[in-house]
Structures are given as structure tokens and as C-alpha cells.
């Protein structure tokens, strides 16, 4: 057994999320903020057998598109003249996607 951690763009989870529930994937999505954008993502738990953790990945691939988008705030650490730390300079950043985890389950149970 095996528990995938997807972090998705709360954009994608919703449709993730459809997507692996039609493909009889059991998810749990938590919301979740990301540090770079400071961006709401979903971070998705699936729990499956370890012979199916390729075909769940491809299908979170397949749905969690990459696009690109102009903003503005972009975070600058390290420039201390900054106004709260970001640049107000349009900046072209990559959206989308997915970061995976994929972790061995000890033990589970469904009750």
C-alpha cells in the first residue's frame, strides 16, 4: 500500500479530484498555501495498491496542465527596499503542475 501526496493549484483540485474519483481512486484534499506565490494549492492524499501509483500519477499529470501568468507580486527576500518584501514589476511565473510524493503506508484501515 502506498499514499500519494499531489500538490496541485487549488485551480486543478477540484478536477483532479473528479478525475481520479471516475477512476475509482479514493482522495482526500486538504487546502494548502504555497510559499512561492503565497498561492492557495490543494494538496491531495491517495491511498492505493503500489501497482497503481504510475497510472494515478499519469492522471494527475494529464489534468494539472502548466500555463504561464503575468503578476506582479512576486516575492523578494532579500531586497529590504521593497514594500513588504515583494517587486511590483510585471514578471511572466509557471503555474500548474504537480508536485508528488509518494511515501509506503505501514498500516491501513478502513472504518
Avoid: W
Avoid at 479514493?26 to 491531495?44: E, I, Q, S
Avoid at 501497482?51 to 529590504?80: F, M, Y
Wanted: glycine share 8%; with cysteine.
Amino acid at each position: 500500500m502506498k499514499i500519494i501526496y499531489a500538490i496541485v493549484s487549488s485551480d486543478d483540485g477540484n478536477r483532479v479530484t473528479e478525475v481520479l474519483n471516475e477512476n475509482q481512486y479514493m482522495v482526500t484534499k486538504l487546502a494548502t498555501t504555497g510559499g512561492f506565490l503565497k498561492k492557495g494549492n490543494c494538496t491531495l492524499m491517495i491511498g492505493t495498491e503500489a501497482e497503481k501509483v504510475d497510472h494515478a500519477i499519469e492522471l494527475i499529470k494529464e489534468t494539472c496542465g502548466k500555463r504561464q501568468k503575468i503578476t506582479c507580486n512576486v516575492p523578494a527576500p532579500n531586497i529590504s527596499s521593497i514594500s513588504a518584501g515583494y517587486m511590483m514589476m510585471p514578471m511572466t511565473v509557471e503555474l500548474g503542475g504537480a508536485t508528488i510524493f509518494v511515501t509506503d503506508v505501514e498500516r491501513f484501515e478502513k472504518i
